[in-house]
T-cell receptor, first 110, second 115 residues
């Protein structure tokens, strides 16, 4: 199945810094989802996007559905230690099958 | 409390044994999925089901089997034919087909270790 290209693969940042990551696809999607996964746990849905150009926030997190419908971006502002984890993007064009990025591992240094 | 439950959290199995992982959801979702996650890798789709009594193979279905007798339940059996079964298994469900509200939610996962 298709795997989305997610970058960067890992990030090491100081507490308080902003974070940006993105996901690209060779296919057009109607839905983009962003998840956070802690070690040994299931991914938790952070933000869902359903319209090209849509910009949605959830606290310090902001995600955008790219205009081309082939990419999406996630920003985290003023990072804190509990932001540590792996962030995954997922896309769907039918709603019944989702394709996932390879993940971005975030480390926040206090 | 709405959500997806998976049991057990940790499972140990001897080589050559079949083992069944449980997944239950009370979100009233039609579609359910099983993924496998290996260290440092993304999610790989094993099987999915869009409706009761129907399911489709994903990218890595060999050595696995599923059933969907009830809307709420989608158990996964890891058979002895699966050559490398040690992994973290994630169940998910989605509200597909509703256009603007297609969303997928995950359970807490089961870590299977073959001894």
């Amino acid at each position: 199945g298709q795997q989305l290209n997610q970058s960067p693969q890992s990030m090491f940042i100081q507490e308080g810094e902003d974070v940006s990551m993105n996901c690209t696809s060779s296919s057009i999607f109607n839905t983009w989802l962003w998840y956070k996964q802690d070690p040994g746990e299931g991914p938790v849905l952070l933000i869902a996007l359903y319209k090209a150009g849509e910009l949605t926030s959830n606290g310090r997190l902001t995600a955008q559905f790219g205009i081309t419908r082939k990419d999406s971006f996630l920003n985290i502002s003023a990072s804190i230690p509990s932001d540590v984890g792996i962030y995954f993007c997922a896309g769907s064009n039918t709603g019944n099958q989702f394709y996932f990025g390879t993940g971005t591992s975030l480390t926040v240094i206090p | 409390d709405g959500g997806i439950t998976q049991s057990p959290k940790y499972l140990f199995r001897k080589e050559g044994q079949n083992v069944t992982l449980s997944c239950e959801q009370n979100l009233n979702h039609d579609a359910m999925y099983w993924y496998r996650q290996d260290p440092g890798q993304g999610l790989r789709l094993i099987y999915y089901s869009q409706i009761v009594n129907d399911f489709q193979k994903g990218d890595i279905a060999e050595g696995y089997s599923v059933s969907r007798e009830k809307k709420e339940s989608f158990p996964l059996t890891v058979t002895s034919a699966q050559k490398n079964p040690t992994a973290f298994y994630l169940c998910a469900s989605s509200s597909w087909g509703q256009g603007a509200s297609d969303t997928q939610y995950f359970g807490p996962g089961t870590r299977l270790t073959v001894l």
